[in-house]
């Protein structure tokens, strides 16, 4: 996905948090949103490379992705040493055994 398009999505759903955060008068909570709408609105290109200002909040795709490639990359080295790797889910029944048949 590229980065309109995860911008536009940040967008639709922070102005709803916003109007959350008012009704709610949680005034840092307002500020945050306001900033993850912000994010990257201004870009500069400079020798060939575009650069921006990134608000860094969990709620904001474009940052979320960011966030996701790095810890990626931390991990990467450590797995490309496992010889056969598996991703494995973990869950936890919500639902007894014998409900379930």
């Known amino acids: ?7 536009l999505i940040t967008q639709s759903i922070i102005l709803s948090l916003i109007d959350v ?29 575009l650069y921006g200002n990134y608000c860094k909040n969990r ?3 474009l940052c979320s992705g ?7 990359n931390m991990y990467l080295p450590v797995l490309k040493n ?12 919500s639902v007894p055994n014998y409900l379930i048949e």
């Open 82 to 93: 496992w010889s056969d790797p598996y991703f494995v889910t973990l869950i936890a029944r």
């Open 1 to 7: 996905m590229n980065r309109a398009k995860k911008k």
């Open 21 to 49: 955060a008012r009704i709610k008068k949680d005034v840092i909570m307002e500020k945050a949103y306001w900033n993850a709408y912000h994010c990257q609105s201004k870009i500069i290109e400079a020798d060939g490379r």
């Open 59 to 61: 709620f904001c795709t």
């Open 66 to 72: 960011n966030r996701k490639a790095d810890i990626i």
